[in-house]
């Protein structure tokens, strides 16, 4: 058994907790699209509105200079960054397969420690990347093609992988900024970077797509209670617990996500998986399970 500290485990069951909830954003997601409020606007709308909701606690906690701080901007901007291409990913693909192809997300961590941290990458690590690639090739429908995402969705949910493991890897063991300002400088990231796409790419005044004025009167209040009251909190406790945690660790506790979205999703809107995909999908479970049960036992060894 490793020595878990009891911070250890409070970061351990944040992390968890928080990522169990993100598995239903799909919905109130595409909820805001079926109002008129299409893609990246939807988007945009429930994280300005988070942030202002998370901006208002860190004053009133007296963190308005680490608002500012160019860690908070650093690691706030790189996990805006993921949170846009995910849940972009999500609104235009399949829901489980943009899951899925995000939590390959342990394979990144390991890539990140080693380029971060100099840690060294062994050749059982090189096995879980091998058979993680596998199970990638699988999930995305085998055959003799080369397993490469086949659209705009699931490219978005491979590259919010990869930049989440980088969030991941900066947050770890850091004292500052303060959880609570580096989600608020996270949300409002993530606002602007979908703001940006909708005025560069998918302006609804262009496409002739803007929400009437009643639209308006419902969504706003809808995504103040998806921002503030779920996305923020939720945010908020992977940012909390990925300080406490090592990244390999805190990438498969988000893996919870899994659950929520795939039930979900089946029971909401009847989204299914075809047996190969499925045994990508566990391979890949599979590779991040026994990596981390590696990596635990390695720490008991070596306390």
Known sequence: ?????????????????????????????????????KGTVAIALVSLLGALVAIVVALLRNQGEDLMSFDAWLIG???????????LGIMVSDVI???????????????????????VITPIQLVFILLALIGLWLLLGGGTELPLPKGLGDWCGLAAGITWA??????????????VS????????????????????DHPVISGQLPSMNAWYIAVP???????????????GQIWGARLVPAPTAA??????????????????????????????????????????LKHRALADNP
């Open 166 to 179: 980088l969030c991941l890897s900066m947050l770890r063991g850091r004292s500052d900024p303060p959880p």
């Open 222 to 236: 809808l995504g103040l209670l998806f921002g503030g009251l779920i996305l923020f909190p939720s945010m908020l």
């Open 77 to 87: 901007s790189t996990m805006g960054l993921s949170c846009v291409l995910y849940f």
């Open 1 to 37: 058994m490793t020595n878990l500290s009891s911070l250890d485990i409070r970061g351990a069951w944040s992390i968890a907790l928080g990522a169990s909830v993100w598995g239903l954003f799909w919905y109130p997601l595409r909820l805001l699209d079926s109002m008129g409020f």
């Open 252 to 293: 498969l506790l988000t893996m919870t996500e899994i659950i929520l979205a795939t039930v979900s999703a089946y029971l909401i809107i009847g989204t299914e998986l075809n047996s190969l995909s499925m045994l990508g999908g566990l391979i890949i479970v599979s590779v991040v399970c026994v990596d981390l049960v």
């Open 182 to 201: 580096t989600t608020a400088v996270t949300l409002l990231c993530t606002g602007l970077f979908a703001l940006i796409i909708v005025v560069s790419i």
């Open 97 to 119: 397969r943009v899951v899925f192809l995000f939590y390959l997300l342990p394979i990144w961590t390991t890539i990140a420690a080693r380029i971060l941290y100099q840690e």
